[in-house]
């Protein structure tokens, strides 16, 4: 076996089962090594796909994907999902080819500084330095990745390393994953605070807004009267009828603040205090009144569902039944799209069960809100705010998530940064439905101009940099491009009706919903 | 004036006169200063397409322009066409937007080691501090990006360095770039060689593949009987009937190989000697015969046509009559699509004074020797390697020349990379001609496959990899959804005429050339 062979056959003896490749000529024997029959490996036209993918596989799985990149530029096109993926804590096991050691001296035209570029947005890096060690490497790579939170491990592979003989591997021992559990006086002093009757609100995060830590939560709050909450955007929210629902702290600076004014007390789990996304001229960075505490509950490398437990039984609450959402029955809108028709169909449509991948910024901002009466779903947001991360995240999470139906909603701008992944979904034939909120602008930069104290409204030039009007993008005609069926609607019910035919149909399919 | 206003005043006072911009909120005071009306600014839709239509504005102007990039995320997706820029030598303005310190501190959600992202690729990294600096710091950007060879200058602007006020900007002195002239004894032992009649090679590249530079050449080759050659990939040729031609050395390492086996002398201008683009298990990283010299006539920041002036002075040649390609004229090709019908349509319908960038890869390695008797042409290529650099580079190549007809002959896959292009190029009304060779897969890894010696042919899963024919891309459709008209062909007339209709229209079109 050579070293690419040892590198494969140590992914999937690590857990590892699925490869998002975008290769070239110096991952040829990593080709031939995806031969192994019990690794997946999933062709996409454009590294930032591969990257996203692998985030969203994380999400609904809980463990790390990998992903097949050629030479520092491959490793930087998709440099931006890696960062969203870190900022959500999805692990990934990065494979980035090189040249062999021997070649680099001479400076050929894809060289570049690899750990350079790979250092920012890793956890990890390492470059194989044998094809007798690249297993120990691997394994190495694949538990760091693991690791709780996730982390982002990026392994350099020279070609030589890749085809000379690997011998017999020599492993780590494979480790579990743990998690620290918080100590017991952090957690007395914490349920001092919500006994005190101060009004004070949990925000939940990356692994503590599903499972039995929401359900914790939901206890405490019942028991304490306290308030749940989350960040703007979170890795994943079990959410819907029947599930304990979750406050959304607002995006906006004045609305995030307005949010927090009542609270005396914010408790953490697995995330900081809400901070405003950018700085404004005039704006606070931090949203929550001056005098308020922030106790942290678990920190990120901390077991958010420990933590609860501890705190419910310090607080005798584990039999408290927890306040569920109620189903909220929603009839079938009709006439003109809006914020508020969009979300009744989308509560409406949405299939139980479903993963919702939400990059809709705008028209999502004021719509996600009326959904929490729909059936059970998972919620998934980018918590790194670099775009182009809805579409292949979706195609990562479909992948993991074969049986469930995966809607995806994105904001036109958003979705033209990764539109490739639209070639991936109709090549596996993943059931996700693609639904792009085309209002033919950056609509976030309109408000943000003034937010922001440019100036009232943008000037003509300004404006050209926001408007992508000019052309219209024709979404059916792009996804029938890349073999994916696609239908335009203008009016709520020719989106609600398309949502329910997208979810009855196998493969993917793609919504445009004309908000022009 | 507030830092934005002082830094785009600066940039057009310097000469920087385009930015293609992809701006997020923090960057709206930028905005609000592209109102300038000396500065012509260009939306598009993925960072990659700003960064390579920079490459090909400086390939065609030879003098940069800016990009406008959100934070980190921004910047990473325009990387890889950073590096085939710089790889080509050509200089570019980054602008990258990022947070105020203040509110870095409580490290938001789109915080990244920006610093850290740009120096594995930029040649001057520079973080704004006030407002009131940096007016100097973009001069001294722009000076970097101008000197010779260009150079990738990258400017980090903080929000409130954007928006506090600037006062009166204190600028640094503009200063010309120069290139050193080389140094007499190295111009008379190069003479001393090509005296001598031992066979020579001379490799022109960067700015000796045009103008002066060639002519010198051309006489300098028909005095002493040395031939001229060029690397495989070159920044831009001037190329065609009535130029002088030069011959390209191969890209395979054995035909390259062969190609130098004649000779004992290589003289490099503004290049290296020629390296093997990849390394492979058997084959050697230089091209060149053991034994054979290489000679540095002019180095990358030294003054190529200087030296031949030189050169052509020290051996009596300044008068001596250049061999010039001749007119071929091609008939109007019939029949089957393959590499030389292909050919005998481009040497036929590709308009006088055309701009020709070329990421054909497998289709076009066949077929670009065959037009050498075109009317004459630049000729840009791809010196980084990372693919996706065509149609960005011919979007800037249009934008420099508007009134030059651009193709851009493109594999599929590499057009996958960055297809935004096309809405930059529909919404500008460009006169670009894309030409997308659609064979179905990643053509150049079937034989690498081998090459590599990974294997005769690859197995199911590898060849699952390099097929990219499930789904078949439809580039018509792909084009119609991005507003550009477009057309697919599959006989060699078919082609030739649609390339002819397309230089007579005025905006941009793309054709498929259906080989499969």
Wanted: net charge neutral; glycine share 10%.
């Amino acid at each position: 076996m050579n070293g690419a062979g040892s590198l494969v056959s140590t992914l999937v003896d690590r857990g590892v089962e699925v490869c998002f490749a975008n290769p070239g000529t110096s991952e040829m024997h990593f080709l031939s090594a995806l031969e192994n029959p019990r690794m997946r490996s999933v062709l996409c036209l454009f590294e930032g796909v591969c990257t996203g993918a692998a985030d969203g596989w994380y999400r609904m799985r809980d463990t790390p994907a990998s992903t097949l990149l050629h030479l520092g530029p491959g490793l930087a096109n998709g440099l931006a999902n890696i960062h969203n993926a870190k900022r959500a804590s999805s692990g990934m096991v990065n494979i980035v080819g090189e040249h062999s050691a021997s070649h680099l001296r001479y400076d050929p035209p894809l060289t570049s500084d690899i750990e350079g570029l790979a250092r920012p947005l890793s956890h990890w890096v390492r470059r194989a330095e044998s094809a007798a060690t690249i297993g120990w490497d691997t394994a190495t790579a694949v538990a760091k990745a693991r690791e709780l939170p996730g982390q982002i491990a990026t392994l350099i592979l020279p070609g030589d390393t890749a085809w000379m003989d690997a011998g017999e591997a020599i492993l780590p021992p494979a480790v579990a994953p743990t998690r620290k559990t918080p100590d017991a006086a952090r957690i007395e002093a914490i349920a001092k605070v919500l006994r005190s009757g101060e009004p004070a609100l949990i925000i939940l995060a990356n692994k503590a807004t599903r499972g039995r830590a929401l359900e914790l939560a939901g206890r405490i709050a019942a028991g304490t009267g306290c308030r749940l909450g989350s960040q703007f955007f979170t890795a994943r929210i079990e959410r819907g009828a029947g599930r304990v629902p979750i406050e959304r702290i607002p995006y906006a600076v004045a609305q995030g603040s307005a949010f927090l004014a009542p609270f005396r007390h914010l408790v953490t789990l697995q995330t900081k205090e809400p901070v405003a996304f950018f700085s404004y001229p005039d704006k606070p960075s931090l949203l929550k009144p001056s005098g308020t505490q922030v106790h942290a509950l678990a920190e990120m490398e901390e077991d958010a569902e420990a933590a609860l437990e501890m705190l419910a039984d310090a607080l005798g609450l584990r039999r408290t039944a927890p306040r569920l959402q109620e189903r909220i029955e929603t009839p079938r809108p009709t006439g003109a799209l809006n914020p508020l028709s969009i979300a009744h169909a989308l509560a409406a449509a949405t299939p139980e069960n479903a993963i919702v991948v939400d990059e809709s910024l705008t028209t999502g901002r004021e719509t996600m809100g009326y959904t929490m009466g729909a059936r059970p779903h998972d919620l998934i947001n980018n918590l790194g705010g670099s775009i182009g991360y809805g579409t292949p995240v979706a195609t990562g999470a479909a992948l993991a998530c074969p049986d469930r139906r995966t809607i995806c909603m994105v904001g036109d701008g958003s979705a033209m940064y990764t539109i490739q992944s639209l070639w991936t979904q109709a090549r596996e034939g993943l059931p996700v439905t693609t639904v792009i909120f085309a209002n033919n602008q950056y609509a976030i930069l309109k408000a943000e101009y003034a937010n922001m104290g440019a100036g009232t409204t943008p000037g003509p030039q300004a404006m050209a940099m926001i408007d992508i009007d000019r052309p219209t993008i024709d979404w059916v005609a792009m996804a029938k491009s890349m073999g994916v069926p696609g239908v335009q609607v203008d009016t709520a019910e020719g989106f609600h009706d398309a949502l329910v035919r997208s979810a009855q149909e196998p493969g993917p399919s793609l919504i445009e919903v004309k908000l022009y």
